[in-house]
């Protein structure tokens, strides 16, 4: 899918080099909860980490914080929030169950035109490095904002004793803008405010429409964003957030990622959350993306993954014989088509997972070649890409676009009107006039729109006719036996039927928001 205006917008700036003076590039991770020195790389100033429970991913977010402390400004000042900053201590206390010994947190830190590499580090008793590290404002939103306000320490008696609202902090009109719009309706006005009976907890108070109610009878998520845009992140800050989707509904989730790259942008800030969501995944470009995949042996960070992958990965439900991994929506298309012409039976024991950037697919072969995965598995990389250790090219020699347009343009367009209901004067000309666009990616798009027709339709129907009419049996048949010696690997297993995964991406724009 097209990345939304703000992440767009974002990219360019990101592009050009000319902002984000602070930055953290990566950490490394060695002896603290299962962590053996891998490396997160931080590509994009939004950057999302998705993995099952328990892979490792609020481990980051407070690797993270733990890297930088308080400007001097900052530490200075009593009243600041941000005044004590994040030690790797607060995350990981000695207890009389688990004490981390030899632990390190290594970080590369970029300071304008400078970078360096540091580390804090518990060799013994003691955690060693925290002087030494640099100067940043970082805000940790963790999970402790899920917890209603009524179960939260003090605001039961809190709600009993008050008896008026003593003071409040308004939000002004840009931070009101952005909580209607996340949520997707007017607010007329929103505080937080403090009581008689105790100055330090703060309640929201919202106004919607003609009514007005505090946070203890507000909704989750309501309450979620609110909490969010009371935190005002400085210019150039780290801003972490875990479970970033959290009570959230879709529509709601793609906003909030919108809203932050808008921040992000204005202010060269670097954000770096947790999910599970397909939604936020896909708001997001490829690089951005980081998948903590928990293999037989060990822990692997994987960059560049698309939401099908994440989320089949996390699918509770039992997967068919074999595994088979492609770049993308049109790779699966093509692919599912040459098995459908050349050997049908085949198709419905598969299952298909679009990964995204060719490097994970050639990291998915390296695990296939080394026996990593515990059924079945196999990598066919795009025909435009390099041989790799356990993957196949697809044929053709070129992208999927490129070599089923062009074939069929030389077939003169086969029976493509047939299988779509067009006249052959309108397809041969419209496709002949997509291949003239310099992306290959956007002549789908581009013929599908000019067809009236959904681009998912018109790929399949091209793929269906090319892979019947023009790829001939010794071209499939590498292919087909392939996946034939896959399935035969290990008994068939009867199980349950398999949930097809949304297509996140290709169907992103059924959640855009509607403009009137």
Known sequence: MSNSREIRRLQAKWQQNTGWPKRLDWIEIEGIRGWVGQRIPFNFPIVAVVGENGSGKSTILQCAASTYQPPANARRSEDSENSKGW???????KT??????????????????????????????????????????????????????????GYSKLAKDATMEMSASAFDKVKLARLSQIMGRAFGATRMALTDADDKRIVPVFQDRDQTYSGYHAGAGQMTIAEFLRVEPEQHSLLLIDEIETSLHPRAQRRLIRDLAEMCRERDMQIIVTTHSPYVLAELPLEA??????GQSGRHVMTGVSPEFAMTKMDEYPHPECEIYVEDIRSQTLLREILVAHSKGLV???????????????????????????RPSY??????????????????????????????QRFAWGKLRERIGRPYAEVADICTKAMALTDHHDWVKQAASSLTLPGETLWQAMCAEWATTILDTQTAKPIVQIISDLLLAQPTQVSSPTVRLPLFERSADAFEDQVP
């Open 87 to 93: 030690f790797a201590s607060d995350f990981l206390p």
């Open 96 to 153: 009389i169950w688990e004490d981390v010994r030899a632990g390190e947190i290594k970080f590369s830190v970029r300071e304008g035109e400078r970078s360096r590499i540091g580390s804090v580090r518990k060799p013994g008793d003691r955690w060693r490095g925290n002087p030494e590290r640099p100067d940043r404002s970082v805000n940790y939103i963790d999970l402790r904002r899920l917890q209603p306000i009524v179960a939260r320490t």
């Open 289 to 294: 993306r980081i998948y903590l995949m928990q």
């Open 348 to 374: 419905e024991r598969c299952s298909m997972i679009p990964f995204g950037l060719a490097s994970v697919g050639r990291t998915l072969g390296i695990m296939v070649s080394q026996n990593r995965f515990p």
């Open 379 to 408: 990598v066919f990389l795009d025909g435009d890409q390099s041989e790799a250790p356990g993957c196949t090219l697809l044929p053709g020699g070129d992208a999927p676009e490129r070599v089923v347009f062009g074939d069929l």
